[in-house]
């Protein structure tokens, strides 16, 4: 059913083909309706204008508005470094506002003399109020000008749409859109369900988040658009579950045989922690049911999941089934291939590897074998759910880093065989398992809650580049221990080469500090070439080097326990659950291991709030929560790669859980009248199923 909102974005006046790519490009914005469901992360009152005497330095990372006359305008520097300035008063005090770019026409549209609002971010130096790049209007100009709305929405952007559509411009053209689009918003949601959740229509909820009309009105408008993205969400993993639970039909695994028992008597090299034995068993239990099993596993980093996954595919090899294994990124789909031919070499067993850049011959013996029957367990990336991926007897289905793939991802996996196969997907990036059960509502959920004996908890310490020296001097007494550090630059968005240009400059200086032949260094981003990443990580697993500077594609995964430290660089562009991940890479040895967070003097609160919440805790399940909570704010740059599979753009899990609950009740009911959605008053609902749920947030082609 196509509908007016299902237009793409550029037709909306003031955004057009430029801004519309930029849109896609940065905020996976295609459609108005896209466009509409982007909602303010946060609303400023502009009635509210403040005196400048009023504003102090508690308040720098707010937006606020002022009331001044410009008394004068200067230019200083010269060349690159020139910038402008525009001085202003009110009754009350001064403030100077500045602009580093755009200064020709910033000055011509500025007129000393006369009255602006002036909106924008107060900071203070040595006392002195200032703001950097602040939106002026003409005081009359604006009086002039009615608003809809006191509470103008502030949305969530990045860098490069920030430098087209400041503030002002992005509330201009959601006006815009909402303008054209109004006649077109219909409800979908059945009357009944209205009415027992006390929803607000969703015409009136879009225009209120966007425009409020009161406080009341905007509260009630986020509690529908939240219940939306839950149902939507619900719905689709409710029908999946049924779908799951209304078929007897998974295979059994009978017998434990040969593959297992000569692994777990002749080759483990370790004893099982009492948690590894215990979801192993309990995989066990799933596999003889005669259900489809489809279970989530969470364990912290470093607490042994590998294992888990490699035992439970030789039960399925010893049950005459082929099992794969599917990591994130193409260096963990290496590493796990590497590993677990090395603990199997010599068993009666065959092991293969497939990911995007495989080459001929590599391919040619995956897929042939795969074919064929001949190779008993597959290793890779999401290359593995390719169509023409055919296996001979698919029966287990292992997903490393499970947060990465959506649910219709899942969902493909089952199509590889006649019958689905088991699946076991484990993340390190645990939630609260009573909110699992209900987020992930067709899994089952297994916890790892112990660490393999003998491990240290890792220290983890914030500084700033003031402390770069000692930094230094540190690493080198590590490296004189004979240990291996890590240092890791965040990067958003492996495409872009402004990321990479920290990288680069954070290679030459260490090569610089860290001299060869006394030092060796190595690097490893997503821009080298596959062979000569795979050949960096031989270096360091090997210890031929002493120092990894790599992007975030080590994030997930990659064991070397000689490696002690962990510098993260501009750590404060990370989000939690990714440096706690990049953390656990150490402290998988016996040493005692560190990890170091570096970053800029200033610091958001919310940025701050996470780099003390990873010094004072190396609980992934605490800081997993502490994650959700702080997610909500809407902050879309560098928090996003750590974002769930889910589309889920004002609800929060933890924060609303009983609204998820509602949803739930309702999906479940829903679902009982109509499983497929095609009665009047239903059929709509499959449009917002679509709208919500397992969208895919993570663009896989960047990351390996
Ligand atoms: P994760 O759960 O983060 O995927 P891994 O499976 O990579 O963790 O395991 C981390 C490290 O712990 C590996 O070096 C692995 O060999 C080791 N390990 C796993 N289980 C045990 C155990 N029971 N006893 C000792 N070491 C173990
Ligand atoms: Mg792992």
């Known amino acids: 059913m196509a509908s007016y909102l299902d237009n793409n974005v550029k037709y909306v006046a003031g955004v057009g083909e430029a801004r519309a790519k930029l849109l896609e490009k940065e905020l996976g914005i295609l459609s108005i309706g896209d466009l509409l469901s982007h909602y303010p992360f946060r609303y400023i009152d502009r009635s509210r204008i403040y005196s400048i005497a009023e504003l102090n330095e508690n308040m720098d990372s707010s937006l606020v508005q002022i009331r001044a006359r410009i008394t004068g305008v200067a230019y200083s520097g010269t060349g690159r470094k020139q910038r402008f300035s525009a001085f202003v008063s009110d009754a009350t005090g001064s403030a100077e506002l500045l602009w580093f770019q755009g200064i020709k026409w910033i000055e011509k549209r500025l007129e000393v003399g006369r009255e602006y609002l002036i909106f924008g971010r107060p900071s203070f130096f040595r ?104 149902l939507g969400l619900q719905l689709s993993i409710q029908s999946l579950r049924s779908d799951r639970m209304s078929k007897n039909n998974g295979f059994v695994f009978t017998r434990v045989g040969e593959c ?43 607490s042994g999941k590998t294992m888990v996954a490699l035992m439970s595919m030789l039960l399925a090899v010893d049950n005459g089934f082929q099992a794969c294994m599917m990591a994130p ?8 291939f590497a590993t677990i031919s090395r603990l199997t070499e010599g068993m009666n067993l065959r092991v293969a590897i497939l990911t995007g850049s495989s080459k001929a011959a590599e391919r040619r013996l995956a897929l042939e074998g795969i074919a064929t029957g001949e190779v008993d367990i597959l290793i890779g990336t999401h290359a593995l759910i390719e169509d023409r991926v055919q296996f001979s007897n698919l029966g287990y289905v292992v997903i490393d880093e499970q947060h990465r793939f959506g649910v219709e991802q899942r969902a493909r996996l089952w199509t590889k065989n006649q019958q689905p196969p088991h699946i076991l997907v484990m993340t390190a990036t645990p939630i609260p398992r009573t909110l699992a059960m209900t987020l992930y509502g067709d899994l089952d959920v297994s916890v790892i809650d112990e660490l393999p004996p003998g491990r240290k908890p890792i220290r983890t310490f914030h500084y700033t580049d003031a402390a770069r020296l000692k930094l230094w001097g540190f690493l080198r007494r590590q490296i004189a221990l004979e240990r291996q550090v890590y240092v890791v630059y965040p990067l958003i968005k492996e495409s872009e080469s402004m990321d990479y240009k920290d990288l680069e400059d954070g290679f030459e200086s260490i090569t610089r500090d860290f001299p060869a032949p006394q030092y060796r260094v190595t690097v490893c981003h997503g821009k080298m070439k596959p062979q000569d990443k795979e050949e960096s990580m031989r270096q360091f697993k090997e210890h031929e080097a002493d120092i990894l500077v790599a992007t975030s594609v080590i994030e997930v995964g990659v064991d070397v326990p000689n490696a002690t430290v ?9 989000g939690l659950s990714q440096l706690h991940q990049l953390r656990g890479r150490v402290g998988r040895g016996a040493e005692e291991s560190f990890c170091i967070l570096m970053s800029g003097e200033k610091l958001s609160r919310e940025s701050r709030k996470r780099l003390q919440a990873m010094c004072e805790t190396n609980d992934g399940f605490r800081l997993a929560e502490l994650d959700m909570q702080l997610r909500g704010a809407g902050n879309i ?26 949803a739930k009740e309702a999906a479940v009911w829903i679902l009982s009248a109509d499983p497929k959605l095609e009665q009047q008053g239903f059929s709509s609902l499959r449009e917002l199923k679509a709208k919500h749920a397992g969208k895919q947030r993570f663009d896989f082609s960047s990351i390996s």
């Open 127 to 230: 006392g002195e109020l200032s703001m950097v790049h602040p939106e002026l209007d003409l005081v009359e100009k604006a009086i002039s000008q009615k608003a809809v709305s006191t509470m103008q929405g502030i949305y969530p952007s990045t860098e490069k749409i920030a430098s087209s559509l400041g503030a002002k411009g992005f509330y201009k053209i959601i006006c815009n859109a909402w303008n054209a689009a109004q006649d077109h918003i219909h409800e979908w949601m059945p009357t009944s369900i209205m009415q027992r959740y006390s929803l607000m229509p969703r015409k009136e909820a879009l225009f209120n988040i966007h425009f409020p009309q009161s406080a009341e009105k905007l509260k009630q408008a986020q509690r529908r658009l939240k219940f939306d993205e839950f």
């Open 566 to 574: 962990m510098v993260i660089e501009s750590a404060e562009r990370f």
């Open 637 to 662: 740059n560098g928090t996003q790669q750590s974002g769930m599979a889910f589309d889920l753009r004002i609800a929060n899990p933890t924060l609303d859980a009983d609204l998820l609950q509602m």
């Open 329 to 336: 990124t193409e260096i963990l789909a290496r590493q796990h």
């Open 260 to 302: 297992f028992n000569s692994f777990y008597n002749e080759r483990l090299p370790f004893q099982l922690t009492s948690a590894q034995k215990r979801v192993i068993k309990e995989i066990r239990q799933d596999t003889v049911s005669g259900y489809q099993m489809n279970r989530l596993l969470q364990g912290d980093v470093g």
